[in-house]
Structures are given as structure tokens and as C-alpha cells.
């Protein structure tokens, strides 16, 4: 065997013995690997955290360390999210060890996601104190902003280091604004070197403004300044609003208020205003502390004692006279009328002066001076109450009822049966509600132009206070006008023409016109009561007068609605209103007019009654009488007369006015006929205006044909010839036609002023033509007559 071949074996079987001596080595797959870590974390023998990807463990230890690693590489500050990437783990791992090293280490703060050492904040307040120290201040949002963190934290990171890295100093008042000292050693002194030097009231915004100080530390400054007493001077109003207001010109100030009040004994709050005072009454209150008794603060001014004593002795004069006099002449003139009334309210107090009134405002009047202008109306009352018992008795019908009565409970029981009889009397008289008729009207007072009326109402007392509480079941008598009563004064005066006067004499009729018109009543009641008697002041027609003026009405009415029975549709209508406007109005001012009298309402002589005076009357009737005369009264609106007979006859009945309707028989109706054809032929015969003549004609040859009276308007003529045309020849049809053209083109030509017409016929000769052509139409009439004249006689 060859050597080479032994020396193989050899190194085999050592090879062999090696492997038989040392250990075997397992090697273990991935999967096991996996599953035998994940059994120790089950058995919590082993703390990891996953990679995103899922490929890699950490354990919590390790990734703090590589947090501190990574900020430290990135300069002291990282933003959570960037370390998420950068460590390939999930957020919340990170958030969670962020935060628990946080709380245990001081050294790191977490600021809206981000992660920040110890160092980044020292190197920060380093920068910051270098611009501090370049600009002298620093404003803690702009340096936040730099950064890009809160200012809450950068204040806290610069009041850490102040003193040790930064030099400088916070505002006190608004720590937002950082100083050095230098800075504010240099502003204050410029501060108190311009306000020393201000001399007159300066706005502290306009110095701050003109000077470009400092507006964070100005105020501060200022207001430090004054209260130490290092600038002679007082701020009125804060911050923006302030005002400095240095010591030599206050001393200016109460200087010259002191020598303008001793010299003119006033002075106006409106002064004050002017020499910078804004308060002025607050002002001088204070100033005139120590003397307040002596002095009076109006709403305009201050006044010194010394003119409220001159007012108080021309008061006492005014007393002592009995007389009035005007106080405002004694007053400063830049009082107002308010002011001065104030003042002589306050000269008025007292015991000793209850018996003067205060009057416009700045007039004192005495009472006995009052006396004497109500006295002066004495005469005037009683001949006022004589003409006013015969011209409107109306006044005086409650009256009658109510001194009647309580002359009949004075005479004792037995004239209880003259009582009841009285009772029934004053019902069935009527009843009425507050003033009618003429007098009733007078009692309106007439409206001044005072604008003192309302203090004067309150001045007259207890009087005043009853005469406007609620409505009185009886009304009053009316004396005077608030405006006459005021003549009457200027009359007595002698003043009547003087405007000066005039408020003045307004004021005092104001005042006592309540007084007068309370003692008229009773002067009235006693002229009355002696008078003759009511009987013989109401002088009334007859309930037999207006019952033939009412049948006489009635009875053409009813002839008059025959005639218009013979048209139709609108014809009828038109007719219909016109009878209503005219001869049914006649009628309802007839029953109006009874029923006036009959609830002794006076009614002015030869008074016309208007729609407006009708719906007046309505108001004051009593209730029973409204419902009826309300609808008779609108019922002339009507297009036909029938709802107006239904009215007329329900207010005539025997409740109402108790008038009978007599029925109109045939031979009556016959002579009624002929009677009022004979009228309209007589005035035929006498007149000579053709429109006039040819409206008569018509009317008449109407009558002649229908055997019915017809009350129509002239403008109803062309339809009056139209119904007659198949009545009369036909000659006397186109006579009364052409004759209508005529008259209508004359019209035409009055009512235009012109010359001609437009066929070119002159006025002239159309005068002509109606003049020839008028005994034409009047021959028709007459023919028409004989004609039924023979027929008559044929009969």
C-alpha cells in the first residue's frame, strides 16, 4: 500500500473520531423561530413590539433609545409622525413611550406633536435674547410665530430664563411684551419729558400717536407716573380714551370759575364744557362743596344765593300788591323756562307762600289775584244763562228732571202721585245723551296751542281731578271757551291787542275755566228754576202741523211712483233716485225734525237738514230711536222707492212718531191730478226759457197720455219724448225733438263761452229758432188739452 494512501486514512478516521467527540449543532427554521416567540410572549416571558412590515421585533427599551437618538440627531426636535417613519413603528407605540419618558424626564417637553429636549429651548431663549438685546423689546406672539409654538409655552420657556439666558423684563400689567431695562429706562424718561411739558388738557392717544412711543408700555408708564406724583397732572378717562390734564391748567381752571361765579352769581355747565370740564354740575358740586346751601344747581347752571334772594323779595311784593308779575326779567338770561320755573317752585315753599301759583313757567300769580279775574265773569254768567235758557232749552232738560225730583222728596209722602206723574212725563219727553242742538255743540271747547295746558289742568286741584274722571250720566251746561275766557282777561287787562300777554291770559282762562263752567251750573239752575218755567222756553210745532206736512209728502210720493212705474230698467232707476233725492229727502228731514223736538233737542230757525246734520242728530238720539232713523235715513241711497215706504211707514207707526198715513182715494187723487196740471199749464203759459219751457211741456203731454203724475230732472227730457212718441203725431214728435237739438246746442254754447257750434249755426240764431218754435210747443200743450177737454164733455 503506498504511503499517500495510508496518510488519506489516517486523516479520515480522525475526521471521524472529531465528529464522534464534539456536539451536534440543531439549526432551526423561520416558522419555528416565529412560533417559539410568540409562545413567550403568551407566557409574558418576553416584551416586543412589531415593525409596520411586520419583519423585525423591538423591544420597548430599544425604541426609546432610538427616540433620544433621533432627536438628538435632528437638533432637539422632531415631530412624532417624521419618527414613526423613520423607526418603521406604529404611532400609538410611539405616542406611548413619548409620553411616559416625558413624565419621568423634565428634560423633554411634547408641544402639539412634537418632541423637545432641554437644549433646543435653551439655544431658542438664546436667540431670543439676541433679538431682545438688538430692538430693546420683543413681542411674545411674533416670537411664537418664528418658532412655530404656542405663545402660552414660549412665555413660560422666556420666564424659565429670565435672568440667566435672557436679560430683559415682561410687562407687569399685560405679559405679552418683552423689555430690556435699557428700553425701558429711555421711554420713561421720554414719557416724562413731553408730559412735563404739556401745558393744556392733550389727548394721551395723540401724544402716544405723535412721538411713536410704545403703546404696551405707555400706559402702564403714565399711569405710574401720575400716581407717584412724578408728573403735576390727572388722567380723565382710560387707555385710548385718556385725557391728561396738567396741574397749571386745573389751577387756571378753578381760578377763572371762581372769579366768573363772584362777579356774575351763575355760571353754566356749558362754560365748563368749554374749558375741558365734562361734568361740569358734578364738577362744582364738588367744588362748592363746603357751601351748598347757598348755592342752587339747575339743570343748565349753578346759581349763588344771592339772586334766588332777589326773587324772593319780588314774590313777597307780588303777595303784598295781590297781584301777578313776570319773574324772569331777575334771572341771568341763559336760564331756561325750566330752570326758572324750578327756581321759584323752590321760593314758593313754605306755609307762607300756599297762596300764589306759578303760571308759564316763570309768572307768579296770587290767588286773591285769581279771585278777582273769576269774579269779573259774574255778569257774564247771568245774562249768558238767560239767552242760553231760550235758545237751546235742550240744556236744560235733565236739569228740569233731576230739581223736580228733589223738590218732591222734600214735600213729603203725599205728593208721591204728582211724582210718578212727573216720571212718566220726563220718559215719555225722551231721553238724551251729552249736549245737543246748537248749545250742545257750543260746549266743545276750542283747542289752544298751549303747551303749558297740561300743567295748568294739574294746578286746579281736587276740581280738575273730578271733572276728568270718567263720563258724567248728565251733561253740563257750557259757560266758555278756553279761548274766550282768555279774551275776556286781555279785556280786562286792557292787553287785548298785546301778543306778549296772550300766553299769559291763555294759561289763567285754562286754569279757571273748570271753576267757571262748575259755578255756571249753578247759576244757570237758579235763573232757570225762577224762569217762567219749561213750558213756556220750548216753543215746538204742533204734532198736528208736521202730521199734515207729512201726509201732504206721503200723498205725492205715492202719485209720483205711478208716473215712474210707467218706464223700465235703468229709466225706472233713475227716476226712482231722483224722487228720493229730492220730495223722500223733504219727507225724512220732516220726520227728523219731529223727533228733534220731540226729545227737546233745539234746532236752529229755518235750520236745513244735510246728510252730515242727519248722521250728527243720529248720534245724540236716544237708542230706541237710532235703529229705525238709521235705515229710513240710508234707505234714500236706494235704487227704488220700496224700502223707502217701508221705513217711513215703520217710523210713523204709533211707537215712534205716532203720525197716520192717510190713503189717497180716487176723487181725491183725481182733483190732486187736475190741480197739478193746471200749476204746470199756468207756468207753461208765463215761461219763457226754453229748456224750462220744454221740461214743463213734456212733463204736462206725460200726464195727458198716462193719466200719472211724473217727477223728473231736465236731463231726463229726451227719454220723456221718446216714451210719448207713440202718443202724439207724429208732426209734434219731431217738433218737440228738434226743439230738444236746440236747447242741448244753446247749453253747449253757455257752458263753452264759444261763438259757434260746431254745424256753424251762431248763438244768435239759435235764440231765434227757440223763440219762433216756442208757441209751437206750447200749441201742442193747449191742442192736447181742448182734445181731452171735448172728450170730456163728449163723456
Known amino acids: 500500500m503506498a504511503a499517500s494512501d495510508w496518510e488519506e486514512i489516517k486523516r479520515l478516521a480522525a475526521d471521524f473520531q472529531r465528529a464522534q467527540l464534539s456536539s451536534t449543532a440543531h439549526k432551526l427554521s423561520e416558522r419555528n423561530c416565529i412560533e417559539i416567540v ?3 410572549i403568551s407566557l409574558g416571558l418576553l416584551d416586543i413590539l412589531y415593525t409596520t412590515d411586520g419583519k423585525e421585533y423591538l423591544t420597548p427599551q430599544e425604541l426609546e433609545k432610538e427616540i433620544r437618538d433621533e432627536v438628538i440627531v435632528h437638533g432637539g426636535r422632531i415631530n412624532l409622525v417624521d419618527l414613526q417613519q423613520i423607526l418603521n413603528v406604529d404611532l400609538s407605540h410611539i405616542e406611548s413611550k413619548v409620553n411616559e419618558f416625558v413624565r419621568s424626564d423634565r428634560s423633554f417637553s411634547l408641544v402639539q406633536g412634537e418632541l423637545i429636549d432641554r437644549d433646543y ?10 433679538s431682545l438685546q438688538e430692538n430693546g423689546q420683543t413681542v411674545i406672539a411674533d416670537v411664537a410665530k418664528t418658532f412655530n409654538l404656542p405663545s402660552e409655552f414660549i412665555l413660560s420657556v422666556i420666564e424659565a430664563r429670565l435672568g440667566t439666558i435672557i436679560h430683559g423684563s415682561l410687562d407687569p400689567m399685560n405679559k405679552d411684551v418683552l423689555f430690556t431695562e435699557a428700553f425701558i429706562a429711555r421711554n420713561i424718561a421720554r414719557i416724562r419729558g413731553i408730559f412735563s411739558a404739556i401745558t393744556r388738557p392733550t389727548s394721551v392717544m395723540q401724544l402716544l400717536v405723535q412721538y411713536n412711543l410704545p403703546d404696551k408700555l405707555f400706559f402702564n408708564v403714565l399711569e405710574t407716573l401720575v400716581k407717584s406724583n ?11 380714551k385718556a385725557i391728561f390734564i396738567p396741574e397749571i391748567y386745573s389751577k387756571a381752571q378753578t381760578s377763572y370759575i371762581d372769579s366768573f361765579f363772584k362777579e356774575n352769581g351763575y355760571i353754566e355747565y356749558h362754560t365748563l364744557s368749554k374749558i375741558g370740564i365734562g361734568d361740569g354740575q358734578k364738577y362744582l358740586k364738588k367744588r362748592f362743596s363746603n357751601r351748598k346751601e347757598s348755592c342752587m344747581f339747575l339743570s343748565t347752571c349753578c346759581l349763588s344765593h344771592h339772586l334766588i334772594d332777589r326773587v324772593d323779595a319780588e314774590i313777597e311784593e307780588i303777595l303784598r300788591n295781590e297781584t301777578w308779575g313776570e319773574l324772569k326779567w331777575l334771572l341771568p338770561p341763559p336760564l331756561s323756562d325750566e330752570d326758572i320755573n324750578q327756581v321759584l317752585q323752590h321760593c314758593l315753599k313754605g306755609p307762607s307762600r300756599s297762596n300764589a301759583r306759578i303760571f308759564c313757567l316763570h309768572t307768579v300769580v296770587s290767588n286773591q289775584y285769581l279771585t278777582k279775574c273769576k269774579n269779573h265773569f259774574n255778569d257774564l254768567m247771568t245774562s249768558k244763562a238767560g239767552r242760553d235758557i231760550k235758545t237751546s232749552p235742550a240744556l236744560f232738560a235733565d236739569l228740569t228732571k233731576k230739581e223736580k225730583s228733589e223738590l218732591t222728596d222734600t214735600q213729603g209722602d203725599g205728593k208721591q202721585q204728582k211724582k210718578d206723574e212727573r216720571h212718566k212725563k220726563a220718559l215719555a219727553g225722551g231721553g238724551q245723551k251729552g249736549g245737543a242742538g246748537r248749545g250742545g255743540r257750543e260746549s266743545n271747547t276750542k283747542k289752544t296751542k298751549n303747551k303749558y295746558r297740561d300743567r295748568g289742568d294739574a294746578d286746579d286741584g281736587d276740581e280738575a281731578a273730578n271733572f276728568n274722571t270718567g263720563k258724567k250720566k248728565t251733561s253740563e251746561i257750557p259757560f266758555l271757551t278756553v279761548d274766550q275766557i282768555s279774551n275776556e282777561l286781555a279785556k280786562r287787562e286792557g292787553s287785548h291787542n298785546n301778543s306778549d300777554n296772550e300766553e299769559f291770559h291763555m294759561e289763567i282762562a285754562n286754569y279757571l275755566h273748570r271753576p267757571l263752567t262748575k259755578e255756571y251750573q249753578e247759576v244757570a239752575k237758579s235763573i232757570f228754576l225762577t224762569s217762567s218755567g219749561t213750558s213756556s222756553v220750548l216753543k215746538n210745532k204742533s204734532h198736528k202741523d208736521y202730521q199734515e206736512k207729512v201726509n201732504g209728502l206721503w200723498s205725492n210720493l205715492k202719485l209720483f211712483e205711478k ?5 223700465e230698467d235703468e229709466n225706472q232707476v233713475a227716476l226712482s233716485k231722483h224722487l228720493l233725492k229730492t220730495i223722500a229727502t223733504d219727507l225724512t228731514n220732516t220726520i227728523f225734525e219731529l223727533v228733534a223736538n220731540q226729545n227737546l233737542m233745539s234746532l236752529a230757525e229755518n235750520e236745513t237738514f244735510t246728510t252730515d246734520s242727519r248722521l250728527k242728530l243720529l248720534t245724540k238720539l236716544p237708542d230706541e230711536w237710532k235703529s229705525p232713523l238709521t235705515k229710513l235715513n240710508t234707505s234714500l241711497g236706494s235704487k227704488s222707492t220700496d224700502d223707502f215706504f217701508t221705513q217711513a211707514e215703520l217710523i210713523t207707526a204709533p211707537e215712534y212718531c205716532d203720525i197716520m198715513l192717510k190713503k189717497t182715494d180716487k176723487k181725491k187723487e183725481r182733483q190732486m191730478l187736475f190741480n197739478h196740471r193746471a200749476a204746470l199749464a199756468d207756468q207753461l203759459e208765463r215761461e219763457s226759457e226754453p229748456a224750462m219751457a220744454l221740461h214743463l211741456a213734456s212733463i204736462i203731454l206725460f200726464q195727458y197720455h ?7 230732472p231736465g236731463k231726463f227730457v229726451p227719454q220723456i219724448i221718446m216714451f210719448l212718441q207713440n202718443s202724439i203725431s207724429e208732426e209734434d214728435f219731431i217738433l ?18 264759444e261763438s259757434s257750434n260746431p254745424e256753424g249755426t251762431s248763438s244768435a240764431d239759435i235764440d231765434i229758432q227757440l223763440n219762433e218754435k216756442l208757441s209751437g210747443i206750447k200749441k201742442i200743450v193747449k191742442h192736447m188739452k181742448k182734445s181731452q177737454n171735448s172728450n170730456t164733455s163728449e163723456t
Open 706 to 712: 198716462t193719466n200719472t203724475l211724473l217727477h223728473a
Open 563 to 567: 208716473g215712474l212705474k210707467q218706464f
Open 121 to 130: 429651548l435653551d439655544r431658542t431663549a438664546e436667540e431670543i435674547n439676541e
Open 736 to 753: 218737440l225733438t228738434e226743439y230738444h237739438a236746440l236747447v242741448v246746442q244753446q247749453l253747449k254754447q253757455k257752458a263753452s263761452k
Open 38 to 40: 410568540n409562545k413567550l
Open 230 to 240: 412724578r408728573l403735576c397732572g390727572a388722567l380723565q378717562g382710560r387707555q385710548e
